[in-house]
T-cell receptor
Framework: DGGITQSPKYLFRKEGQNVTLSCEQN?????MYWYRQDPGQGLRLIYY???????QKGDIAEGYSVSREKKESFPLTVTSAQKNPTAFYLC?????????????FGEGSRLTVL | AQRVTQPEKLLSVFKGAPVELKCNYS??????LFWYVQYSRQRLQLLLR??SRESIKGFTADLNKGETSFHLKKPFAQEEDSAMYYC???????????FGPGTRLSVLP
């Protein structure tokens, strides 16, 4: 079954703790993305990666970190430096190239900081 | 700066009525435009893109470069169309996606 898998679906964290959200894809896509979805604000880009071992900051990267050691994996760490981490996080992937643009999304991970 | 705006946070229509979800954008160059939809308890997915010029689930969207708009339309709304709709753009290489804030469509019986 091809697609993007995010885990966990729900996660609770105490203030001051780091937490890592997993994102795996078996679509052989070049690019992977992390978005944060908040009501009324749409999707805001946290980080993206277009190739293994390389990634770029998005619009709201502060307090987050990522790695891209394998093409199929793009984990996101929410650090204690993120001031408002409670949110719904979406991972996506895409092929890169002319007229190929379509993002494929995971089911999301909801993080709640207690 | 690249930006996508969707002026309506919530749009309610009755079943069978026409629906139009507005989307305007600002972009230096020729973007690709998309509509994504998120039904309740389902993942966000592509509804349609302007380069395909196709109708999906009765929805169409026309790119108006003069007005920098990409409004989504359907002549007769159905209850199953109730969802969150996001307008988005990217460059022609499928990079640098920018999403609008979204419009929640509620189709009333």
């Amino acid at each position: 079954d091809g697609g993007i898998t995010q885990s966990p679906k729900y996660l609770f964290r105490k203030e001051g703790q780091n937490v890592t959200l997993s994102c795996e894809q078996n679509l052989n896509h070049d690019a992977m993305y992390w978005y944060r979805q908040d009501p009324g604000q749409g999707l805001r880009l946290i980080y993206y990666s277009q190739i293994v071992n390389d990634f770029q900051k998005g619009d709201i990267a502060e307090g987050y970190s990522v790695s891209r050691e394998k093409k199929e994996s793009f984990p996101l760490t929410v650090t204690s430096a993120q001031k408002n981490p409670t949110a719904f996080y979406l991972c996506a992937s895409s092929i890169l190239g002319p007229n190929t643009g379509e993002l494929f999304f995971g089911e999301g991970s909801r993080l709640t900081v207690l | 700066a690249q930006r996508v705006t969707q002026p309506e946070k919530l749009l309610s229509v009755f079943k069978g009525a026409p629906v139009e979800l507005k989307c305007n954008y600002s972009y230096s160059g020729s973007p690709e435009l998309f509509w994504y939809v998120q039904y309740s308890r389902q993942r966000l997915q592509l509804l349609l893109r302007h380069i395909s010029r196709e109708s999906i689930k009765g929805f169409t969207a026309d790119l108006n470069k003069g007005e920098t708009s990409f409004h989504l339309k359907k002549p007769f709304a159905q209850e199953e169309d109730s969802a969150m709709y996001y307008c988005a753009l990217s460059n022609s290489y499928g990079q640098n996606f920018v999403f609008g804030p979204g419009t929640r469509l509620s189709v009333l019986p």
